[in-house]
Nanobody, 123 residues
Framework: QVQLVESGGGLVQAGGSLRLSCAAS????????MGWYRQAPGKQRELVAV???????NYGDPVKGRFTISRDNAKNTVNLQMNSLKPEDTAVYYC?????????????????WGQGTQVTVSS
C-alpha cells in the first residue's frame, strides 16, 4: 500500500498564492506519476496537474500559466505552487500517485489517493 499525506491548504484572497505538498510512503518500488486533482462542490473531480518520473508536466486548462507542479523523486514528494488564485479554484485538492508497490505476492501497480486538503479562495 501507499500512503499519501497532503499539507498546505487553507484560505487565501483572490490573487494570492498557496503551496501544496504531498509525501508518499509505504512499500513503494517506484512511482510512475504523481499529481493533483481537485473537486468543487457539485462538480466532478478534475485534473489539476500531473508529472511523471522523467517526463514533462501536464496541466488542466483552467490552471495553465498559474500553477506549477514539481517533484522530488528521491523523496517521493510532489508540490503544487498555486499563484494568481481565483475564487473558482476553491475545491478540495487531492494528491494522486500511480505507483508500483512491493507486496508478498510480488509487485503490482496501483492508483492511490490522499485524503484531500481544502483550498478556499475568497473574492
Amino acid at each position: 500500500q501507499v500512503q499519501l499525506v497532503e499539507s498546505g491548504g487553507g484560505l487565501v484572497q483572490a490573487g494570492g498564492s498557496l503551496r501544496l505538498s504531498c509525501a508518499a510512503s509505504g512499500n513503494i518500488f517506484s512511482i510512475n506519476a504523481m499529481g493533483w486533482y481537485r473537486q468543487a462542490p457539485g462538480k466532478q473531480r478534475e485534473l489539476v496537474a500531473v508529472i511523471t518520473s522523467g517526463g514533462p508536466a501536464n496541466y488542466g486548462d483552467p490552471v495553465k500559466g498559474r500553477f506549477t507542479i514539481s517533484r522530488d523523486n528521491a523523496k517521493n514528494t510532489v508540490n503544487l505552487q498555486m499563484n494568481s488564485l481565483k475564487p473558482e479554484d476553491t475545491a478540495v485538492y487531492y494528491c494522486n500517485a500511480v505507483a508500483q508497490v512491493v507486496a508478498v505476492a510480488g509487485r503490482y501497480t496501483g492508483n492511490f489517493w490522499g485524503q484531500g486538503t481544502q483550498v478556499t479562495v475568497s473574492s
